[in-house]
């Protein structure tokens, strides 16, 4: 599970020469809100976004309307987008935590990924939810159960030994520490193979463990 | 897996119509064509030669020459309209975000340059990247498309590699920028079916893995059935159905569209799935395109309203979209072939009946000159191109022996032989009993009458100013078959066998279609009623609506005249259905020889294994085995010893020691009880436990996981 795996190749990418105008077009179509800014032979030079194409009214409030469509119709893309050092990118051999957890720490909502120092794919917030629904198995059918249980090796390995005994199968889930109950762990599954009642009558045997959600 | 994410189609057509200005006015060449392309989604466009598939990708790329031009709809690539736009924005597009295959790739390389340094200056013109750095990649790229020796090809020239290879080299230098969008124009269109197949693999495993969209352009339907997965189908200038491959295979709803599925041989399980039924007429040019649907003229269901009202496009729910007035009405499997296009039956005869050709291990070598000092003066050791070697069998009175190879397996220079257009080297051929082992200088008038040929390409052999009757006339008057003032009446009667009709017969070549000008070409060879008709590949340069119709009127006229024939083909599929036996060649030997039906079914010559799983299959559901040949077919210079096929042969481990034999003895002949032989080492016992190479995928295997 590497960026290079969940990143979007072939992003829509706009050279700096572009009219702001047509920058915002080009996103509103194509119901993106990112676009790498890119010269010869794909080569990042910077990145739009859809607040950096606003233009703030401060600046307006002097002009008349012949000036601000002016104004407006001359803007390009190089002199409104992200560049230089507040351009934030990365590679696609790193774990999509990883990428996250930069996102996180910039407060950005997308990384442009280099290969071989060219542009060769986009990954965003939107793919990390994604990515999440995913993990979490929301595209397949099953019943997701959430079960809360000590913080100890071994611990686990009980829910799978059950889950397999009866030939079930896990397609998605995580875990993470039990909100407000230290030394507890809540470890969500989606289970496919048993029904609701089969799957809580079978881990409900578990001993040390509870069932705290299931649907 | 189901994906949350919806990522906007790369390309979008819409609407789109192209114009080519020509004197005195213009012609639209591609009408309202909407499709989209999805990343990572290989989107087949199909039909016959003309019918825009070609301009629909240059429109793309702005590459419509001067004459051309978009004149109504959008293109958009990533978003961006491509309509309109030129110059530098062009360019970079161009060379950075959409990339081009052609069909020839000698048309993308630069005969006098180096591969290496052609590919490399894709990555240090456009990206500064150094030269030492460039070609590592290059190297790279080229053993991602499976290149042999990549390093080394990299210091040949272009001429210095074979078809297969110049055009992994293309597909390579168009993945060096990472496109977003490949276009590809068959691209495989002039390779054999054995490369081919590996050049298939190769563009669908590139589309998983960088996630390009591919729009891929071919006139074969087995092609787009094997790496497409939604298809468009053009006819006259119009995309005329469109959906998934599955959907339009199964359960084609336009009438062109059924009527192509019908005109290719699908190598199914039976016989009866090789059978053609051609479509009549054929593709109208774009300046003379009827009214109305431009189908009608050749269509089965047309109505009163196809000839006044232009069909709207019809989308059904299952996202297939069809141009016909009365799609979701007309039901393909209700169809039945009108009188003029029923296709003959066959009478096999099973008497056994004297052979007419005997041929007795007839050998054609061809001395080549060597370019050293020592072999201009004739003092190096003369070498030979061994273009057949001991090809012996007999061929029955009144059968159809069909003979399979790849390009240069030796199958045009056997008939040449045989008619006397090339001295044989050694061996000996009787026909009808007369000995025509030595060319045609020395043989008498009555064995040039009986023995007759049809060529690929009928214009190399047509005297372009002779009109059709005078070219079908000649052979009549040459050897009197005909009392003189009877002649144009044979003409005329013959030309109506070949449904053309007598106001041909006063046309010059220049005014016929290619699949006319063949017609002419066979009325020509049967004129003087021979005993023997070689064709060689007398309808791969024609379009399949034509081909079919051509290959059942061949075969119609050679059941009427109780005429034997030698056919040519370069796959298994199209001799199928009427061969009465099937001869499979491979770098100038016969390799296995048989009754037609033991051909496509165990045991089977290791090679024609390999073929059969090569050959694409116009059908989604039929499943072939997996047997990708490695390498290139070797030199006829210096055949391999022992077994021919020995360096390419994926069989050969089965014998003792990985088949060692076959590298230094040659194989013996194994004959089955039906008179079935192969060449090989491998006994028939073994031979006969191998697995029938195309089988049908079993209902409703979409599996869960
Ligand atoms: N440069 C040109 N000038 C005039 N007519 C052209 C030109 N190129 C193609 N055409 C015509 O446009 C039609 C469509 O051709 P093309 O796109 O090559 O079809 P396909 O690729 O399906 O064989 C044909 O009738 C062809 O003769
Ligand atoms: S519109 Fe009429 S002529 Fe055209 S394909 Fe449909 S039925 Fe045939
Ligand atoms: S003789 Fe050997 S190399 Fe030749 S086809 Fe048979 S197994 Fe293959
Ligand atoms: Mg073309």
């Known amino acids: ?215 | 897996m189901n994906n949350l994410k919806k990522a906007p189609p790369v390309l979008i057509l819409e609407d789109v119509a192209v114009a080519y200005k020509i004197r005195g006015g213009e012609i639209e060449a591609v009408q309202n064509v909407s499709f989209e392309i999805n990343r990572g989604e290989t989107h087949g466009i199909v039909g016959e030669s003309g019918c825009g598939k070609s301009t629909v990708a240059w429109a793309v790329l702005n590459f419509l020459g001067a004459n051309g031009y978009v004149k109504r709809g959008s293109i958009k690539f990533q978003g961006q309209e491509l309509v309109g736009v030129t110059g530098e924005e062009l360019r970079r597009l161009r060379g950075d975000q959409i990339a081009m295959v052609y069909q020839d790739p000698m048309q993308a390389l630069n005969p006098s340059m180096r591969l290496g340094d052609q590919m490399s200056e894709v990555l240090t013109v456009h990206r500064d990247m150094d030269k030492k750095e460039a070609e590592k990649r290059c190297i790279e790229m080229l053993e991602r498309v499976y290149m042999p020796d990549a390093a080394n090809v990299m210091n040949r020239y272009p001429h210095q590699i074979s078809g297969g290879q110049q055009q992994r080299v293309v597909i390579a230098t168009a993945l060096l920028n990472n496109p977003a969008l490949l276009i590809m124009d068959e691209p495989t269109t002039a390779l054999d079916v054995t490369v081919e197949a590996v050049v298939l693999d190769l563009i669908a495993d590139l589309r998983r893995e960088f996630d390009t969209a591919i729009m891929y352009i071919t006139h074969n339907l087995g092609v787009v059935a094997r790496v497409s997965t939604r298809v468009g189908v053009m006819y006259a200038g119009e995309m005329v159905e469109r959906g998934t491959v599955e959907d339009i295979y199964k359960d084609p709803q336009h009438p062109y569209t059924q009527g192509l599925m019908r005109c290719v041989p699908k190598l199914g399980a039976d016989k009866a799935s090789s059978i053609l039924y051609p479509i009549r007429g054929r593709v109208p040019p774009p300046n003379n395109r009827p009214v109305g649907c431009v189908f009608s003229p050749r269509c089965d269901y047309v109505r009163e309203i196809c000839h006044n009202k232009r069909p709207e496009l019809l989308e059904f729910s299952s996202g297939v979209s069809v141009r016909c007035h009365f799609a979701g009405e007309i039901e393909a499997d209700k169809w039945s072939p009108s009188d003029d296009i029923l296709p003959p039956e066959i009478i096999t005869d099973t008497s056994p009946r004297e052979p007419i050709l005997k041929l007795d291990n007839l050998k054609k070598y061809y001395e080549v000159q060597g370019s050293s000092l020592k072999d201009i003066l004739g003092l190096g050791e003369q070498r030979y191109v061994k273009a057949v070697e001991n090809a012996d069998f007999d061929l029955p009175r009144g059968t159809t022996l069909g003979v399979v190879g790849e390009s240069g397996c030796g199958k045009s220079t056997l008939i040449k032989t045989i008619i006397g257009l090339e001295q044989t080297t050694e061996g000996h051929a009787e026909f009808m009993e007369i000995d025509i082992t030595d060319e045609i200088s020395t043989r008498g008038e009555d064995v040039i009458k009986e023995l007759q040929m049809v060529f690929q390409n009928p214009d190399s052999t047509m005297n372009p100013s002779y009109t059709v009757g005078q070219q079908i006339g000649r052979p009549m008057k040459r050897f009197s078959t005909v009392p003189k003032d009877e002649i144009r009446g044979e003409v005329i009667k013959l030309l109506e066998s070949m449904r053309l009709g007598e106001n041909y017969y006063d046309r010059l070549p220049r005014q016929l279609s290619g699949g006319e000008k063949q017609r002419v070409g066979i009325a020509r060879a049967l004129a003087s009623h021979p005993n023997l008709v070689l064709c060689d590949e007398p309808v791969s340069a024609l379009d399949v609506s034509v081909q079919a119709a051509l290959l059942n009127l061949l075969l119609e006229l050679q059941q009427e005249y109780d005429t034997t024939m030698m056919f040519i083909a370069h796959d298994l599929s199209v001799v199928r259905f009427f061969s009465d036996q099937v001869a499979v060649m491979y770098l100038g030997q016969i390799m296995e020889i048989g009754p037609a039906n033991a051909i496509y079914a165990p045991p089977y010559h290791p090679y024609s294994e390999a073929l059969l799983s090569a050959v694409p299959i116009p059908d989604p559901s039929a499943e072939q085995k997996h047997i990708r040949l490695e390498g290139t077919v070797p030199s006829a210079i210096n055949p391999p010893d022992g077994c021919r096929f020995h360096t390419r042969c994926p069989r050969r481990e089965l014998l003792p020691d990985g088949g060692a034999i076959c590298e230094t003895e040659m194989p013996p002949w194994r004959e089955t009880a039906e008179g079935h032989r192969i060449f090989c080492h491998i006994p028939l016992e073994t031979l006969n436990t191998f697995d029938p190479v195309i089988t049908q995928k079993p209902e409703g295997s979409n599996h869960v996981s």
């Open chain 1, 1 to 215: 599970m590497l960026v290079k795996d969940y990143m979007t190749r072939h992003p829509i990418m706009i050279s700096p020469e572009t009219d702001a105008s047509e920058a915002q077009n080009i996103m509103t179509e194509n119901n993106i809100r990112h676009l790498p800014v890119v010269g010869d032979g794909k080569r990042l030079l910077g990145l739009i976004t859809r607040e950096k194409l606003h233009v703030p009214p401060s600046d307006l409030g002097s002009l008349n309307v012949w000036e601000i469509s002016r104004l407006l119709s001359d803007l390009k893309v190089k002199g409104m987008m992200v560049k230089g050092k507040d351009l934030i990118t990365t590679e696609g051999d790193i774990t999509i935590e990883d990428a996250a957890k930069i996102m996180l720490e910039e407060k950005i909502g997308c990384l442009p990924v280099l290969e071989d120092g060219v542009v060769g794919g986009i990954i965003t917030d939107t793919d990390m939810l994604a990515h999440l629904a995913h993990l979490m198995g929301a595209t397949v059918q099953g019943v997701r159960v959430t079960i809360r249980m000590p913080d100890k090796v071994g611990e686990s390995a009980k829910v799978t030994d059950v889950i397999a005994s009866h030939g079930w199968g896990i397609y998605g889930g995580g875990g993470h520490d039990a909100p407000k109950q230290p030394g507890y762990w809540d470890a969500v599954l989606k289970i496919q193979g048993g029904d609701k009642e089969e799957v809580v009558a079978a881990l409900e045997q578990i001993e040390g463990q509870e069932i705290i959600d299931v649907r």
